[in-house]
């Protein structure tokens, strides 16, 4: 059974820092490519940032780029989000996703971490 | 380009059909046939509940379907249940690099009366 568990999040002030973690269990990890979603309180789900299976290529929505990035360590089947800068507005669930393949869609969801930055 | 639009609502009686429909354009819906939909309750993961537009993943009620014209998706849910009601999201494929590979929908909330 896929297993996706997500730590690492809390309270932390604006232009604060927090890595989140995934670890991954019951599937081949480094077959898959993986992605991190988010979802405000209250409001909808956004796409964050997403890594191939090797760790080669990453990706980031324009609202996180050169704040946060995604890192993968295959050899402890976990996914990581290092948040740097954060603002009020990254304040939401983090969720880690297993991606179907490339582009397809997310199979697998962690259960989520939240993120809440204030002062 | 920004996120995909969906309903903000739908609602229906135990039985009933709904759909939902989700509006993109032809750099995500439109062009590519990588729509997948979630189903969202209150305080929970989101579930995958369709891909590749029409796909349902093994062990996914037959009573929900997806379609796709032109630039709009759709999910269809027949003998409507007291379970369905939460939120559901469509998500697509985008070319649009200032979204990255993917682009969400709004969300639709469906209420089972």
């Known amino acids: ?119 | 380009q920004s996120a995909l639009t969906q309903p903000a609502s739908v609602s229906g009686s135990p039985g009933q059909s709904i759909t939902i429909s989700c509006t993109g354009t032809s750099s995500d819906v439109g062009g590519y046939n990588y729509v997948s939909w979630y189903q969202q309750h209150p305080g929970k993961a989101p579930k995958l509940i369709i891909y590749d537009v029409s796909n349902r993943p093994s062990g996914v009620s037959n009573r929900f379907s997806g379609s796709k014209s032109g630039n709009t998706a759709s999910l269809t849910i027949s003998g409507l249940q007291a379970e369905d009601e939460a939120d559901y999201y469509c998500t697509s494929y985008t070319s649009d690099s200032s979204l990255g590979p993917y682009v969400f929908g709004t969300g639709t909330k469906v209420t089972v009366l």
């Open chain 1, 1 to 119: 059974e896929v297993q996706l568990v997500d730590s690492g999040g809390g309270l932390v002030q604006p232009g604060g820092s927090l890595r989140l973690s995934c670890a991954a269990s019951g599937f081949t990890f480094n077959n898959y490519a993986m992605s991190w979603v988010r979802q405000a309180p209250g409001k909808g789900l956004e796409w964050v940032s997403g890594i191939s299976n090797s760790g080669g290529s990453t990706y980031y929505a324009d609202s996180v780029k050169g704040r946060f990035t995604i890192s993968r360590d295959n050899s402890k089947n976990t996914l990581y989000l290092q948040m740097n800068s954060l603002r009020a507005e990254d304040t939401a669930a983090y969720y880690c996703a297993k991606d179907l393949s490339a582009g397809r869609g997310f199979d697998s969801w962690g259960q989520g971490i939240l993120v809440t930055v204030s002062s």
